[in-house]
């Protein structure tokens, strides 16, 4: 069982199109994240959740947008998609906030033509 | 915020030899420190990780030491092994609030060598 998944594994699209990403734990997580990592494979936050809460939102432009349905799922929508957005976005989870070890999903590869 | 600085950014070493990655951080409310692996088209996976509460853990061949007062922490890696060929990522955070962040380092992609 995979513990945190994400759909799509791929995502290729047109410049200015809209699109979303899931992602679901099955760890009985309370916090969930989504995390960019660009062609220099730097790691940075987006958004964190706690309990459907949002509770971190990272200089993001608005046209990213998160949504928690419940605690166990993260989706992340992105309007007018830009040649900027080309990068692999990690979904994450971890047992609440503080001294916890966060597990990854398997990312999802969006690029933009 | 807190800045989290790795070097070295890439690191060749050969089978059998040690490996060490060092990363300061800015922080010094920053308490809770873990490494990541990451191997090539994969996602990031938890190696090893350590609180400000302790200066040294280890697990087999992986060893992070922590020093506080220099905000600075490593992992050392014996033995290597080519499986261990990969990017290892540092990170630091504060533990619990509404700010509760891993801030990562930029990445060191160690190659072993046969």
């Known amino acids: 069982d995979t513990a945190v998944s994400q759909t799509p594994k791929y995502l290729v699209t047109q410049m200015g199109n809209d699109k979303s990403i899931k992602c679901e734990q099955n760890?009985?997580?309370?916090?969930m994240y989504w995390y960019k990592q660009d062609s220099k494979k730097f790691l940075k936050i987006m958004f964190s959740?706690?309990?459907?809460?949002?509770?971190i939102n990272e200089t993001v432009p608005n046209r990213f947008s998160p949504k928690s349905p419940d605690k166990a799922h993260l989706n992340l929508h992105i309007n007018s998609l830009e040649l900027g957005d080309s990068a692999v976005y990690f979904c994450?989870?971890?047992?609440?906030?503080?001294?916890?070890?966060?597990?990854f999903g398997d990312g999802t590869r969006l690029s933009i033509l | 915020g807190e800045n989290v600085e790795q070097h070295p950014s890439t690191l060749s070493v050969q089978e059998g030899d040690s490996a060490v990655i060092k990363c300061t951080y800015s922080?010094?409310?920053?308490?809770?420190f873990p490494w990541y692996k990451q191997e090539l088209g994969k996602r990031p996976q938890l190696i090893i990780d350590?609180?400000?509460?302790?200066g040294e853990k280890k697990d087999q061949r992986i060893a992070v030491t922590l020093n506080k007062t220099a905000k600075h922490f490593s992992l050392h890696i014996t033995e290597t092994q080519p499986e261990d060929s990969a990017v290892y990522f540092c990170?630091?955070?504060?533990?619990?609030?509404?700010?509760?962040?891993?801030?990562f380092g930029k990445g060191t992609l160690l190659t072993v060598n046969p």
């Open positions: 994450a989870s971890s047992p609440g906030q503080g001294f916890r070890a966060q597990h």
């Open positions: 760890l009985g997580h309370d916090t």
């Open positions: 959740y706690n309990n459907k809460e949002l509770i």
């Open positions: 922080d010094s409310a920053s308490n809770y």
């Open positions: 350590i609180r400000s509460n302790v």
């Open positions: 990170a630091a955070s504060t533990s619990g609030g509404s700010n509760y962040k891993l801030t």
